[in-house]
């Protein structure tokens, strides 16, 4: 059974840093391509990065480009989100999926909330 | 970035109803376009895949059609269990882009 269980959310000071982790469990890490898809209070989904399966290829988002960046220990199994300078409008939920081309299995997310 | 444009963006029906959703592509994605249904408070879920590859597992009255620009979500009998916000999404290229969600009440 897939697994996928974010953790590192919290309340962070504009301008702070914070490094969300994904714990994959079930399935081949390295053969796959993990995204982090985001979900601001009351919105929509927004993808916002996204690495491949050996770790060589990242894409961001415009909205995080140069704060954000993502990295993966597949003998952990595990995916990781830094970001810094964070700004109020990186306040969501943070989810890690499974990527193959469409997101097929989903973790249950984590909180960031960034304020004073 | 390819924008996707759902319609409507909300909409209220009954159950057995006959329900059709679309999303429109600012460029041709061929058929990298999925479906996501997300629950009130839960994770999304994924129903279709290249436009109109049921994920297994989804009902049956869920398809998915369309390619290139346009594309709908049909949900042939709607049940009291499928209030919930309806997102698509392309993976024509990147970023990934999703569409800004339908939301069927019922």
């Known amino acids: 059974e897939v697994q996928l269980l974010e953790s590192g959310g919290g309340l962070v000071q504009p301008g702070g840093s914070l490094r969300l982790s994904c714990a994959a469990s079930?399935?081949?890490?390295?053969?796959?391509?993990m995204s982090w898809v985001r979900q601001a209070p009351g919105k929509g989904l927004e993808w916002v990065s996204v690495?491949?399966?050996?770790?060589?290829?990242?894409y961001f988002a415009e909205s995080v480009k140069g704060r954000f960046t993502v990295s993966r220990d597949n003998s952990r199994n595990a995916l990781y989100l830094q970001m810094n300078s964070l700004r109020g409008e990186d306040t969501a939920v943070y989810y890690c999926a499974r990527e193959v081309g469409e997101f097929d299995f989903w973790g249950q997310g984590t909180l960031v909330t960034v304020s004073s | 970035a390819i924008r996707m444009t759902q319609s409507p963006s909300s909409l209220s029906a009954s159950t057995g109803d006959r329900v059709t959703i679309t999303c429109r592509a600012s460029q041709d994605i061929s058929r990298y376009l999925a479906w996501y249904q997300q629950k009130p408070g839960k994770v999304p879920n994924l129903l279709i895949f290249?436009?109109?590859t049921l994920q297994s597992g989804v009902p049956s009255r869920f398809s998915g059609s369309g390619s290139g620009t346009d594309f709908t979500l049909t949900i042939s009998r709607l049940q009291s269990e499928d209030l919930a916000t309806y997102y698509c999404?392309?993976?024509?290229?990147?970023?990934?882009?999703f569409g800004q969600g339908t939301k069927v009440e019922i």
């Open positions: 290249s436009a109109s």
């Open positions: 079930g399935f081949t890490f390295s053969d796959y391509a």
């Open positions: 690495i491949s399966g050996s770790g060589g290829n990242t």
């Open positions: 999404q392309q993976y024509s290229n990147y970023p990934r882009t």
